[in-house]
């Protein structure tokens, strides 16, 4: 009789499935095999478990279904299965859920076809009646070498068809392409120009990894310096000791933007470019680089969150840079946290993490026991502070500037002492930059002559205005029309009017100022692509610019040497609608714009704002970051929020709202009445209609002792849901839309 085997399929499911293990087919946890399930062929991954079902006897072996065949890819290691396992068990995601993660490129599961080239056939010259063009062909063909057809047409100076014809005709016959060899990585990785305090942190940073982490066990090491300190080049030294030990590297990263410079400075480094993984790679090259990947090929990966994910089969280091970016945090699909995985993945693969920021998550610097008064929970980990900048500069001078006395004239957005400093910047001849986190031209247009606001139709959401590509824009969905000469709703001709700032219109404004000026413009929507930006960024570093205007895309990462000026436009901006995390993310993404200024030359940075006593706008001014890590930890611990409780959201929505609205009123009543947790709401989220669904949302509020997944899991799971109703479940939220 056949054995039973636990196959875990990539679909929305909680356990494996047993099939029947074929007398003539061997596997061990983790092969990846070709199961049916259902009237289709998948590719699922065998379990270590016996699969629990939930009722009823098992299914005598006699009756499963066979697998069919186990792929030639290596098995999934058992750090990552339990990877996947803890994914579903935090995030309350299928466990298959998380399994599709892992084999999120199926193609990658196969060896790729080996690539064929021609050479000539044996005795093909002797064929008589051959053509001139034949007879390039062949003579082109000497050497014996497999060549691709197109590469042999070139040789030849022949058109394509010939090469095609003699193929067809047995003149040329098809031969293996010799594979294309790696690149070694230098023996020796060039020398970095360390200052004595990062050679310390260096240091200290390997001699821990040395000890334990290297010789196969767990730590956790943050890295903090204000922008400029050179925590890459620390971070560098120990990514150095990893190779050396014969592991690999991952380098987390929250933007692509910032992927092409850290590819380059690691090439530099190691003599040859690292490995890259995000959504930018195109189906070829991610199943390339999974592979490579899988087999070990790649020493170092730089990629975005979804990296942590790869089948390293030796993985030895993990580093997170800004650690403190919150779109590690993946809202859509399975809602997990990069920066949690991260380090959850260190532990399960016995290496060291190390974290990066200039301005760590609270929570992150909490749990360090960074903060003074902070428990520096689980006996955390080390905390390397690389306090003077790289070269000497210090922190550039930040000053406020209080936009209810000193008002920009009417219909422009710079007070005048910020245009007077822009003034000065530029006939000094050196580079300034301004900080808007607004896309676009303007946030809102609204008629003259009857107040209609332009919506979208599918969100609760204002359409904002891009002059330059002549659209409207919902930012939320997608939604996007030609701009209007009229009210839609009145008919008015030419009444409509863009109300408040957008890169776009500031962009405009300069250009009014300062004409001769070389400005240019810099947002994540850029219509010409990543290369674009990459241009652009080069053009700044090189001077080819005077004025660079730019979304949080310029925030982090690049160093502009000639820029002595930054202007924040709307420093208030992060700070309205009142998520718990509001004012650390403003802080946070303001510090790091500060940082641009001055790294080679004193800077100075002036910040635009309504509320100048704001405690985010106080620490800032008075560059007292743990005054503010201080205060805002306080108003947490008061609030019970995170770190010091554990919040879950759950989101209902629909196309019908009395149906969205009743699940979510039986939702909250039949929440679990245990003290420490409080369930708030059922209320329409802030975006109560997205992609034209209707959104109802609760917010759990738990004690730090209150084991929440597990609260959660009986409530919420398996629940069968009418008609079209959704039910997300985002165990410790980011995003409070
Ligand atoms: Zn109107
Ligand atoms: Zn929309």
């Known amino acids: 009789m056949a054995n039973s085997v636990p196959v875990l ?55 499963l279904k066979p697998i069919q065949r186990r792929l030639d890819a290596p098995p999934l290691r058992p750090p990552l299965r339990r990877l996947i396992e803890h994914v579903a068990a935090v995030t309350l995601a299928p466990l298959g859920a998380a399994l599709k993660l892992v084999l999120s490129v199926p193609a990658a599961l196969e060896p790729p076809p080996p690539k064929v080239g021609l050479v000539s056939a044996e005795g093909a010259g002797a064929t008589a009646g051959l053509s001139a063009a034949r007879r390039k062909v062949l003579a082109a063909l000497g050497d014996r070498r497999p060549r691709r057809p197109a590469e042999i047409a070139r040789l030849a100076g022949v058109g394509a068809a010939v090469v095609q014809a003699m193929a067809r005709a047995g003149l040329l016959v098809p031969l293996p392409l010799p594979e294309r060899a790696d690149d070694a990585l230098l023996a020796e990785p060039s020398p970095v120009a360390l200052s004595p305090a990062q050679a310390e942190a260096a240091r200290a940073l390997c001699d821990g990894l040395a000890g334990g982490p290297l010789a196969g066990g767990y730590g956790l090491t943050l890295i903090e310096g204000v922008p400029g300190a050179g925590k890459t080049e620390v971070y560098l030294e120990a990514v150095a000791a990893t190779l050396a030990a014969g592991r690999q590297a991952l380098i987390l990263l929250p933007e692509i933007a910032l992927t092409a410079q850290l590819l380059e ?104 026991g960074r903060i ?13 502070l690389l306090p003077a900048r790289h070269g000497g500069s210090a922190l550039p001078d930040i000053r406020l500037i209080d936009l209810r006395r000193d008002r920009p004239p009417r219909g422009g957005w710079l007070a005048p002492s910020l245009r007077a400093a822009l003034e000065a910047t530029l006939a000094a001849g050196e580079q300034a930059l301004l900080f808007l986190n607004r896309r676009g031209f303007a946030p809102l247009t609204l008629c003259r002559a009857c107040g209609h606001r332009l919506r979208c139709p599918n969100c609760s959401a ?25 009210c839609p709703s009145c008919g008015t001709v030419d009444g409509l009017v863009a109300c408040g700032p957008g890169v776009e219109r500031l962009a405009e404004e300069v250009r009014g100022l300062w004409p001769a000026a070389r400005v240019a413009l810099l947002t994540s929507d850029q219509p010409a692509g990543p290369g674009a930006v990459a241009a652009l960024l080069r053009a700044m570093r090189d001077h080819e610019l005077d004025l660079l205007i730019g979304t949080q895309i310029i925030a982090k990462g690049h160093h502009f040497p ?32 500060a940082g641009r200024a001055g790294r080679a030359h004193p800077g100075r940075v002036l910040i635009q704002t309504h509320l100048p006593d704001h405690p985010v706008m106080q620490a800032l001014a008075a560059g007292d970051k743990e005054r503010f890590y201080a205060e805002e930890l306080a108003e947490r611990r008061d609030a019970g929020m995170p770190p010091f409780g554990r919040l879950a959201a759950l989101i209902v929505s629909g196309r019908d709202l009395p149906a969205v609205r009743r699940f979510a009123a039986l939702l909250a009543r039949e929440a679990p009445a245990v003290p420490g947790v409080r369930v708030l709401g059922p209320a329409p989220a802030p975006l109560a209609l997205l992609r034209g669904r209707y959104r109802q949302r609760l917010l759990v509020i738990a004690a730090p002792e209150i084991d929440l997944p597990a609260l959660l899991r009986p409530w919420v799971k398996g629940r069968r849901l009418p008609g079209d109703l959704r039910l997300q479940v985002d165990v410790d939220p980011y995003s409070f839309l």
């Not at 204002?462 to 009229?486: I, K, N, P, S």
């Not at 924040?568 to 790091?592: I, K, N």
């Open 9 to 63: 399929v990539p679909l929305p499911l909680d356990a494996p499935f047993d099939y029947a293990l074929p007398a003539d087919l061997e596997v061990v946890p983790g092969d990846l095999v070709e199961v049916p399930f259902g009237p289709r062929q998948v590719i699922g991954a065998v379990w270590d478990a016996p699969s629990t079902r939930a009722a009823g006897a098992p299914v005598p072996a006699a009756r």
């Open 265 to 368: 400075r690691f090439e530099r480094h190691f003599g040859r470019p690292p490995a890259a993984w995000h959504s930018e790679l195109g189906a070829a090259g991610r199943r390339r680089s999974w592979r490579r990947i899988a087999l070990g090929q790649e020493p170092i990966v730089i990629g975005a969150r979804s990296a942590l994910f790869l089948p390293f089969p030796e993985l030895g280091l993990i580093v997170v840079d800004e650690e403190h970016d919150a779109s590690f945090k993946q809202e859509d699909g399975v809602p997990y946290h990069g920066r949690d995985l991260a380090v959850a993945r260190a532990r399960l693969e016995g290496c060291p993490a190390i974290l990066v920021s200039a301005t760590p998550a609270l929570e992150t610097a909490w749990r360090m």
């Open 372 to 384: 003074e008064g902070a428990a520096g929970s689980e006996g955390a980990g080390k905390t390397l």
């Open 462 to 486: 204002w359409l904002v205005t891009h002059r330059l590509r002549h659209r409207l824009v919902c930012h939320h969905c997608g939604y996007g029309r030609a701009e209007l000469d009229h």
């Open 562 to 593: 000639a820029l002595t000026l930054v202007g924040v436009v709307d420093g208030d901006l992060g700070l309205s609608g009142g998520d718990l995390r509001a004012a650390e993310r403003q802080f946070q993404l303001l510090y790091q714009v």
